[in-house]
């Protein structure tokens, strides 16, 4: 059944890979406490297909209803948002966070690949989007891009030569996409995007403003 309609603009929050709605929580909370209406989107980030992840967040968004629907997403969780809305699977013109996107096949990513262990914990979502990755943002819904500088992840195991800078498991080259509106650089590790403060301070501003900067005397749009 579709959700209670709503006056405050809705946003659906996307984990990322091994994670779970819940690990969310702290951000979703901030992002309340700025008046958006707050809606967690699970699924099976290492059994289920790209297709299949897509198909159930077009679902899930298709029972919210308000004045306005925007999307955050956080690593794998960032790349079914964005390959969603490329594929036309989400309506509207809603604003678009993307927190630490692995939008090219990284370090860690390709030593990974290189065995059946690896290639099982990366799931099948992530490596399919790998197979035709974003070169470009140009649909109308305004993009937002926030990364992390501060190797704390996987890779100081897995690829400690990955080059800087990086969030431990991401490099921030990899995480920029030409025709987005911002790209903003934190002092925070690959989780660090989805519990500091201050990510989620940037966050609420882009979505209400389209800016992650907002003068004092700037009201909500």
């Not at 926030?146 to 704390?152: K, Q, S, V």
């Not at 920029?176 to 509106?181: D, E, H, N």
Request: hydrophobic share 50%.
């Amino acid at each position: 059944m579709p959700e209670p309609a709503s006056d405050r603009p809705a946003v659906v929050i996307v984990h990322g890979l091994w994670m779970m709605p819940w690990a969310m929580g702290l951000l979703g909370a901030r992002l309340a406490a700025r008046g958006l209406q707050v809606h967690y989107f699970g699924y099976h980030s290492l059994r289920a297909t790209l297709e299949e992840d897509i198909l159930a967040l077009a679902r899930f968004c298709a029972r919210l209803h308000g004045p306005r629907l925007h999307w955050v997403g956080h690593s794998l969780g960032a790349a079914i948002v964005l390959e969603a809305l490329r594929r036309g699977a989400l309506r509207g013109d809603g604003r678009v966070v993307l927190l630490a996107p692995p939008l090219r096949e990284g370090l860690v990513v390709r030593r990974l690949s290189r065995f059946a262990l690896g290639r099982a914990v990366l799931g099948r979502s992530l490596r399919q989007f790998y197979e035709d990755p974003p070169l470009a943002w140009s649909l109308p819904n305004e993009l937002g891009i926030l990364a992390g500088d501060r190797t704390i992840g996987m890779a100081m195991i897995v690829a400690p030569d990955l080059p800087s800078p990086n969030d431990g498991v991401i490099e921030v080259a990899d995480t920029v996409l030409p025709g987005a509106r911002e790209h903003r650089v934190l002092a925070l590790g690959h989780t660090g995007l989805i519990v500091w403060p201050k990510a989620a301070e940037l966050t609420a501003n882009f979505l209400l403003t389209g800016a992650f900067h907002v003068p004092a005397a700037q009201g909500h749009a």
